[in-house]
């Protein structure tokens, strides 16, 4: 069975301008959580969605959105793009995400590469 | 608010040596609490948690952990390190309210194995 899928793997971009990562969850799966991940510290929570509704944000700038399609598919969004946004951008899909039974485990992607310059 | 303290960034033993990884948490309410794994370049795979179920949770790979209250801690062992072990470990707390569905983070410990 696929696991978690992101693209692309790596991205490189410059300073403004705007950015968009895509992630498909495991088959079956509701949810998707997106976190960020700079080098040398543990991953950030950004957002969960769940059925295409958001259940949950982190302290994340408006210039970060997420949406997620019928399929169950994600896509983050990054505007005016700082040098700070530099970072592994992980997705995570769960069966519910609405508690912590065995079918809510998290289940993690390999990550896209996002580099600003 | 939850939080979660990994201590000693990296951590160095012997092929076949004692594994001790160290994770202390803040939690408002009862924790669930997890261990990650994550490989060079790649995405992070859960080792174990604790869910109020038993206070020793056993892992993949021969790794378990032990859920402290006392001690507010939830320490990662296993007791002959491999080779294939190095990797870095990330600890992380998750509250039970619905609306705080995320999971939170150690900064991560570095696991090195000498041959």
């Known amino acids: 069975d696929a696991g978690v899928t992101q693209s692309p793997t790596h991205l490189i971009k410059t300073r403004g301008q705007h950015v968009t990562l895509r992630c498909s969850p495991i088959?079956?799966?509701?949810?998707v959580s997106w976190y960020q991940q700079v080098l040398g510290q543990g991953p950030q929570f950004i957002f969960q969605?769940?059925?295409?509704?958001?259940?949950g944000r982190g302290n994340f700038p408006d210039r970060f959105s997420a949406r997620q399609f019928p399929n169950y598919s994600s896509e983050l969004n990054v505007n005016a793009l700082l040098l700070g946004d530099s970072a592994l951008y992980l997705c995570?899909?769960?069966?519910?995400?609405?508690?912590?039974?065995?079918?809510?485990?998290?289940?993690f992607g390999p990550g896209t590469r996002l580099t600003v310059l | 608010a939850q939080s979660v303290t990994q201590l000693g960034s990296h951590v160095s033993v012997s092929e076949g040596a004692l594994v001790l990884l160290r994770c202390n948490y803040s939690?408002?309410?009862?924790?669930?609490l997890f261990w990650y794994v994550q490989y060079p370049n790649q995405g992070l795979q859960l080792l174990l948690k604790?869910?109020?179920?038993a206070t020793l949770v056993k892992g993949i790979n021969d790794f378990e952990a032990e859920f402290k209250k006392s001690e507010t801690s939830f320490h990662l062992t296993k007791p002959s390190a491999h080779m294939s072990d190095a990797a870095e470990y990330f600890c992380?707390?998750?509250?039970?309210?619905?609306?705080?569905?995320?999971?939170?983070w150690g900064a991560g410990t570095k696991l090195i194995i000498k041959p």
């Open positions: 995570a899909s769960s069966f519910t995400g609405t508690g912590v039974r065995d079918t809510d485990t998290q289940y």
């Open positions: 992380a707390v998750r509250g039970t309210r619905r609306s705080n569905y995320q999971l939170i």
């Open positions: 969605y769940y059925e295409k509704e958001e259940r």
């Open positions: 604790y869910t109020s179920a």
């Open positions: 939690s408002s309410v009862p924790p669930y």
């Open positions: 088959s079956g799966h509701k949810s």
